[in-house]
């Protein structure tokens, strides 16, 4: 297989209209047998549920090329369970598990030539979603709907190594403690666009979250999980079921116990203790790692001691440790690694 030509090294993270799309319908209480297509467009009524009350759930998962040449993804059983219990949220109808692997496979093989090679840090980004595709005007469910998924492929997160970050935190709420922050949905984003754009305004990369109840513990930013370790080396990643289970984070926990021996603990952090913690970090697909050097809340600057040059000890071992399970240099645990070419 040819690949495209590409100058893979200097992709940024945006839209590249790739060959093949999977798209299957929903109508009259059933999933049709779906296909792979060539048409980037969806045409809707305008009067759609997902145009008018937001219908729509998605996911994000990467293929890539390991070291003895594999196209592979990382995980995406775990993506199809994600979409499932989105899906659920939201009242759209369920997107079977197998059929979403199967989805995946197809339009990860029919782009094989947009996958980036080994060792370019760049990868094909997969986004499956599902959307409310007929006319809805009472709010209800819509009846009929549509999964697709279409691949980009997108460089490497961090040109020239990954610099520690400063992030602020939020005086608006993410998530409502009965609310949607545990799913992937559009509307979490949307209602976070604001909050980005004046975090950026003012210097700062991204937004810490609070608890809207009581805004004393720490959430999440818009699209990542945090991670602490503690200054005697342990793993610490914040419970709240107002958070969006990140499978980056979740492996970086097993990783971090059965890999490096290091003890893991997923409980409530509170706003207060962050200054005591050694490192900082942000996870999710996109960046696998994001190490944050600062945190400002209100004037009051965190700053932790694995400072603003590079990455925390601990991070990077964890960091090392993924990412070389994802690209075939370390023994993945079984059925972390589905390969499709
Ligand atoms: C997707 C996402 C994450 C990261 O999840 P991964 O499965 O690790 O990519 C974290 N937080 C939010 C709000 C997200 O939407």
């Known amino acids: 297989m040819e690949k495209k030509n590409i100058d893979w090294a200097n992709l940024g993270f945006a839209y590249m209209k790739t060959d093949k799309r999977y798209v299957s319908n929903y109508k009259d209480g059933a999933w049709d047998e779906g296909a792979l ?3 980037a467009n969806v045409v809707i009524n305008e009067c759609a549920g997902v145009l008018q009350y937001a219908q729509t759930v998605f996911e994000g998962l990467k293929a890539y090329t390991t070291e003895d040449g594999h196209i592979v993804t990382f995980r995406p059983d775990l993506n199809a369970e994600r979409l499932e219990a989105s899906a659920r949220r939201l009242e759209i109808p369920v997107f079977p598990k197998e059929r979403f692997l199967d989805a995946i496979h197809q339009v990860v093989e029919a782009n094989a030539a947009y996958v980036p090679p080994y060792g370019s840090g760049a990868t094909l980004y997969i986004r499956p979603y599902i959307f409310g595709s007929n006319a809805v005007i009472g709010v209800k469910p819509a009846d009929e709907y549509q ?4 691949t980009t492929p997108v ?8 610099k520690p970050i400063t992030i602020r935190v939020s005086d608006y709420d993410r998530a409502a403690p009965h609310g949607t922050g545990n799913i992937k949905a559009g509307l979490n984003y949307a209602m976070s666009l604001q909050a980005i754009v004046e975090a950026h305004e ?20 818009g699209g990542a999980n945090f991670l602490f370790v503690t200054k005697d080396g342990k793993l610490v990643t914040p419970k709240s079921n107002s958070i969006l289970p990140s499978i980056t984070r979740r492996s970086l926990v097993y990783v971090a116990q059965h890999y490096l021996g290091m003890e893991a603990e997923e409980r409530e952090v509170t706003m207060e203790e962050v200054k005591d913690f050694a490192e900082c970090g942000l996870c999710g697909t996109a960046a696998v790692i994001s190490p944050v050097g600062k945190i400002v809340d209100h004037g009051k600057e965190i700053c932790f001691p694995s400072g603003m040059e590079e990455m925390g000890p601990v991070t990077k071992k964890l960091y090392d440790t993924l990412t070389g399970i994802q690209m075939g240099r370390i023994q993945a ?3 972390w690694i589905e390969v499709i070419l």
Not at 147 to 150: A, D, K, Y
Not at 202 to 221: I, P
């Open 155 to 162: 460089g490497p997160y961090f040109k020239g190594g990954a």
């Open 333 to 335: 645990p079984a059925g």
């Open 37 to 39: 297509i060539s048409d």
């Open 147 to 150: 999964f697709r998924v279409f």
């Open 202 to 221: 003012q210097g700062y990369d991204e937004n810490l979250y609070l608890d809207a109840a009581t805004r004393t513990k720490v959430e999440e930013t």
